[in-house]
């Protein structure tokens, strides 16, 4: 158990500047903080190299951006475009043990850059779309001190897939006398993910992967009735991975522990709009 009292300050500055009717150029810079915390739990060990207290400290970072945002064809089509830069101070990380147990502790400092693009479209009445894509470099650029064995300065952020996008497409008409029916469609891809410091020997390259959705559905007056299917191709994504040993019978094992998603999930909801 333990206590957290803080009072952060956590400003946030904006400047724009409209080049055009439709054509928005922007900048702007603000700090986020995140609370310490404890590590409940966490027996002893004297032989493990990483090592972890029972509580962390609060980590902050600065997030500076700029971006573009246009809307074009009359706004029936509006795209963002945007460059960003993240320096993070006292970074919390979920690390592991040699013991199989883990815990939160303070890193060091690290950065994050990257770019992002969106894009949503209003095609027509009848059809909607759009999607995003990110790429980010993100990196540890320090070690606190007496931290050891978690990895070295210039590892990437365990993770941190280098690569995501997602995407959707809509598609309705009108039916009955005020009736909607509509089916939509939603992808997602998340890149490769180191699961630890790319350094340490302990890390697992996690697969990239992509997640389908589809869900259909009829609206009419306040009710709404639809039909939906979740990871349609039941991909088994790997999201997160624990490595053990021990001994059994006399015997050295060890094993390994993936955490994955949700399997094929299909189910019905029925809304009534008050």
Same mark, same amino acid.
């Given at each position: 158990?333990?206590?957290?009292?803080?009072?952060?300050?956590?400003?946030?500055?904006?400047?724009?500047?409209?080049?055009?009717?439709?054509?928005?150029?922007?900048?702007?810079?603000?700090?986020?903080?995140?609370? =310490?915390? #404890?590590?409940? $739990?966490?027996?002893?060990? !004297?032989?493990?190299?990483?090592? /972890?207290? @029972?509580?962390?400290?609060?980590?902050?970072?600065?997030?500076?951006?700029?971006?573009?945002?246009?809307?074009?064809?009359?706004?029936?089509?509006?795209?963002?475009?945007?460059?960003?830069?993240?320096?993070?101070?006292?970074?919390?990380?979920?690390?592991?043990?040699?013991?199989?147990?883990?815990?939160?502790?303070?890193?060091?400092?690290?950065?994050?850059?990257?770019?992002?693009?969106?894009?949503?479209?209003?095609?027509?009445?009848?059809?909607?779309?759009?999607?995003?894509?990110?790429?980010?470099?993100?990196?540890?650029?320090?070690?606190?001190?007496?931290?050891?064995?978690?990895?070295?300065?210039?590892?990437?952020?365990?993770?941190?897939?280098?690569?995501?996008?997602? =995407?959707? #497409?809509?598609? $309705?008409?009108?039916?009955? !006398?005020?009736?909607?029916?509509? /089916?939509? @469609?939603?992808?997602?891809?998340?890149?490769?993910?180191?699961?630890?410091?790319?350094?340490?020997?302990?890390?697992?390259?996690?697969?990239?992967?992509?997640?389908?959705?589809?869900?259909?559905?009829?609206?009419?007056?306040?009710?709404?009735?639809?039909?939906?299917?979740?990871?349609?191709?039941?991909?088994?994504?790997?999201?997160?991975?624990?490595?053990?040993?021990?001994?059994?019978?006399?015997?050295?094992?060890?094993?390994?522990?993936?955490?994955?998603?949700?399997?094929?999930?299909?189910?019905?909801?029925?809304?009534?709009?008050?």
């Amino acid at each position: 158990s333990g206590r957290h009292k803080q009072t952060p300050i956590t400003p946030k500055f904006n400047i724009s500047y409209k080049a055009a009717e439709n054509a928005l150029l922007y900048a702007q810079a603000n700090k986020g903080f995140r609370v =310490g915390g #404890v590590n409940p $739990g966490l027996p002893p060990c !004297s032989t493990c190299v990483v090592q /972890l207290t @029972g509580s962390f400290d609060s980590d902050s970072l600065w997030n500076y951006e700029l971006g573009l945002k246009l809307g074009l064809f009359n706004s029936a089509l509006s795209t963002n475009i945007s460059v960003f830069y993240i320096d993070w101070t006292n970074i919390q990380l979920n690390v592991s043990r040699e013991d199989g147990f883990n815990g939160f502790l303070n890193a060091g400092d690290a950065r994050s850059k990257g770019v992002e693009w969106t894009v949503n479209g209003n095609i027509n009445r009848n059809l909607q779309a759009g999607g995003q894509v990110t790429y980010i470099d993100a990196k540890l650029k320090s070690l606190a001190p007496g931290v050891t064995g978690i990895g070295m300065a210039g590892d990437k952020l365990p993770a941190t897939a280098s690569w995501t996008a997602s =995407g959707y #497409v809509e598609v $309705g008409m009108d039916v009955l !006398s005020d009736g909607w029916i509509y /089916l939509r @469609g939603d992808v997602q891809y998340v890149g490769a993910r180191d699961n630890t410091f790319e350094s340490r020997p302990s890390n697992v390259r996690l697969d990239s992967y992509t997640l389908i959705d589809l869900k259909a559905g009829l609206e009419k007056g306040p009710y709404e009735i639809s039909i939906f299917v979740k990871n349609l191709t039941d991909k088994r994504a790997q999201l997160g991975y624990e490595g053990f040993s021990g001994v059994r019978n006399g015997n050295p094992i060890v094993y390994d522990r993936y955490a994955v998603n949700r399997p094929r999930t299909i189910g019905l909801t029925f809304l009534h709009n008050f």
